[in-house]
Every structure is written in structure tokens, then in C-alpha cells.
């Protein structure tokens, strides 16, 4: 049975240092109960409790369970490995205490850090990839990352691949996942993101299938992205002026992914993610609309 949660995300609390005010926690979780959802992942470390025992509780207590967190890692840098793998190991093992022995660690390269990716995201050229050296760093990073977290806490490790990141791209992801081990690394999926990268989401359910562990469902507005294209916006305005819209009135055919993942017998999660900036829009009604959109095609 697919199960669906929400992130913090989709309330403006992002992993970025941005201005503006968000909701605090509990107001989130039960915002996010209320819409119907059975789930959450982590966000930032600190936003919600960092004793295991207050985590557990405040989750449980609403009949949620806890799927994952996004933990952004410069993975071109090996010189920042270790601190990256720092706090995997600390948010693994924080969620493991806590009861949440399934919990996923998504790991990105630590996205919007670099200026040309997050100034062309969405439109990345050959000339803003990285070189042979600095891609080997970024194949080692993630592996080490993966295995220690592994090896020290039980938690597996997805890669998210991240629009105004190194590893954005449908060829910069096929290469990371055929150049690290199928049993220690898999992917999360985030059909938003792969379509703003330029790829098709239900080709890659097929091309990848065997290392999608975890799915994010998210939309893209292809006519933002084509103003964004125009008017040569970064990440972040992207993001201000929608490019990540709600479900079913973007770009992405969740009807035709919906049925190949029943189709496949897929009983893990879908973390629905509606990327907002803080204080932008009206997330709790938000989220009930992506709700009832999912429970329109049987979820």
C-alpha cells in the first residue's frame, strides 16, 4: 500500500538561511494531519525536537510516522565530506533513537551554494559541470556517506537529485547511480526536479527503477520555467514565481505515474513537496488541495 506524507518544505521551512517567518512545529504537524497526510520528513536540524524521546512523542501522538531527512552535502569538496557525514550521522541517528528504524536519509549536493548552478538551474550547460576530478570527489562522497551512515546507525541513504546543484541533470544522476553501489546508495525520485532538469519522470520510473527506493511528488510549471529560461531568474525566484506549483496543474502526468507505481506493486512513500519560499502563499489549504488531487487517483 503507497503511504503519503508532506515536508516541511511545502511550509517555506527550507534548508536555506532565508528571511522571513515560518510556522513552528507542532503548528506544522498538525496542519499537515488535519490536510490527511500519514507522514513527514525531519527538515532543518533544530526545527523540530532534537531529543529523541520529545520527537517521538510529538510525532506518535498525532498518528504520524517519520520518513526521512534532507541532509545537503558538498559533495564536490572533499575536504567537506567529513562534516557532511557529521550530520548524516547525527540526523540518522537521532531519527533511529526515536524509533524510525525505516527512515530514509536523503542526500544532495549541497544545492544553491555555487552561484552558476543556482543561477542557471533549470538550463545547466556542459560548461557547468564539473571536471573529471572534482566528480570523483563527488562519487566517493556520496558512497562514504551512505555506508557510514549505514554502518553506524542501520538508516539507508537516498540521493536527491537537486535543481541548483552538481548532481541536477537526468546524465549528472545516471552517471552518480551507475558509478556507486546499488546496495548502499539508492534514489529518491522527485519527479519536480527531474522535470525542471529537462528529463521525463515516467521514463526514468522505468530507467532507474531498480534504484528507487523513496518518491517525492512534486509539480513544475513548464510556462515559469519557460519565463525563468527568459528573463534568466536563479533558483530561488523560480521557486517565488511558482515553478513548483501544485499538484495536477503542472507539467508532470501523476495520473500515468500514479498507476505504473500500483502497477509495480510500490508500497513505500510518497512525500508530496510543494517547495514554497517562507511566508509565501497559504500552505495547510495547499496541502489539502495536493491531498485531495492524490486521493482523485486512488491514494
Not at 517521538?56 to 520518513?67: C, M
Not at 543556482?118 to 556520496?142: C, F, H, Q, S, Y
Not at 521525463?200 to 523513496?214: G, V
Request: glycine share 10%; proline share 4%; hydrophobic share 40%.
Amino acid at each position: 500500500m503507497i503511504k503519503v506524507a508532506n515536508a516541511p518544505c511545502s511550509w517555506g521551512v527550507l534548508e536555506f538561511d532565508l528571511e522571513g517567518e515560518t510556522v513552528e512545529y507542532p503548528q506544522f504537524l498538525d496542519e499537515l494531519k488535519d490536510a490527511g497526510y500519514a507522514g513527514t520528513e525531519l527538515g532543518d536540524w533544530g526545527f523540530m525536537p532534537t531529543d529523541p524521546n520529545k520527537l517521538g512523542e510529538e510525532i506518535r501522538s498525532r498518528e504520524l510516522d517519520l520518513v526521512g531527512a534532507f541532509v545537503p552535502v558538498k559533495l564536490s569538496e572533499a575536504d567537506r565530506h567529513q562534516e557532511g557525514i557529521d550530520v548524516g550521522v547525527k540526523t540518522a541517528a537521532l531519527m533511529q533513537k526515536a524509533g524510525f528504524d525505516d527512515a530514509f536519509i536523503v542526500l544532495s549536493d549541497d544545492n544553491t551554494s555555487v552561484d552558476a548552478r543556482r543561477e542557471n538551474a533549470g538550463r545547466i550547460t556542459p560548461d557547468l559541470m564539473l571536471d573529471e576530478e572534482r566528480w570523483k570527489a563527488v562519487i566517493a562522497g556520496a558512497t562514504r556517506f551512505a555506508k557510514t551512515v549505514r554502518d553506524e546507525t542501520g538508516l539507508r541513504t537516498v540521493i536527491h537529485h537537486h535543481c541548483a546543484g552538481y548532481v541536477e541533470t537526468p546524465g549528472e544522476l545516471e552517471r552518480l547511480l551507475a558509478d556507486t553501489p546499488a546496495d548502499t546508495l539508492g534514489l529518491v525520485l522527485d519527479m519536480g526536479h527531474y522535470r525542471y532538469a529537462g528529463g521525463y519522470p515516467l521514463a526514468a520510473l522505468e530507467h532507474f527503477r531498480d534504484r528507487i527506493w523513496h518518491i517525492h511528488y512534486k509539480d513544475y510549471s513548464a510556462a515559469v520555467a519557460a519565463e525563468a529560461r527568459s528573463n534568466r531568474w536563479d533558483y530561488f525566484e523560480a521557486v517565488q514565481h511558482g515553478v513548483f506549483c501544485e499538484l495536477g496543474h503542472g507539467d508532470v502526468d501523476f495520473a500515468a505515474i500514479t498507476e505504473e507505481l500500483k502497477r509495480r506493486e510500490y508500497d513505500g512513500w510518497i512525500v508530496v513537496e510543494q517547495d514554497v519560499l517562507p511566508g509565501m502563499g497559504a500552505p495547510p489549504a495547499c496541502a489539502r488541495r495536493n491531498r485531495d488531487f492524490l486521493a482523485s487517483l486512488g491514494l
